[in-house]
């Protein structure tokens, strides 16, 4: 007699969850590094970092939460010209995500896909 066949759908979810939930109860957030840029539960520790062309900005998620970061505007991501980010990057607790270097002057920003309004502004001066 064959076994009933399963969903995949019903591996993933418990994994996603899984993946979302076993990082807020782990140990406690590292301390953020110097220059870095933190994050709190829903939010950018600042709302603004100014940097000067040819810099690199570095993110920190000294949280207890997933956040899921990228170039673009209330957890919407799309390619920002002039931005050295592209796509999305998940970031677990502790995780550090380095950008590539700032080359273009102006005003960029960065959002999370997970958490609404959380929203990095990055001044790109000459």
């Known amino acids: 007699m064959a076994l009933p066949r399963i969903p995949r759908i019903l591996f993933v979810i418990p994994g996603l969850a899984?993946?979302?939930l076993v990082p807020a109860l782990t140990a406690g957030p590292k301390p953020l590094p110097s220059g870095a840029v933190g994050m709190t539960i829903s939010d950018f520790a600042r709302d603004t970092v100014t940097l000067h062309v040819g810099q690199r900005l570095t993110l920190f998620n000294d949280s207890r939460v997933v956040h899921v970061i990228g170039a673009g505007l209330n957890n919407h991501v799309f390619p920002e010209r002039g931005a050295p980010i592209?796509?999305?990057h998940l970031m677990e607790t502790n995780s550090v995500?380095?950008?590539g270097r700032w080359d273009s002057a102006g005003t960029f920003?960065?959002?999370?896909t997970v958490h609404?309004?959380?929203n990095l502004k990055v001044v790109v001066k000459k």
Not at 109 to 112: A, D, H, N
């Open 116 to 118: 609404p309004g959380m």
């Open 97 to 99: 995500f380095e950008t």
């Open 18 to 20: 899984a993946g979302l």
């Open 86 to 88: 592209r796509g999305f």
């Open 109 to 112: 920003t960065l959002t999370c």
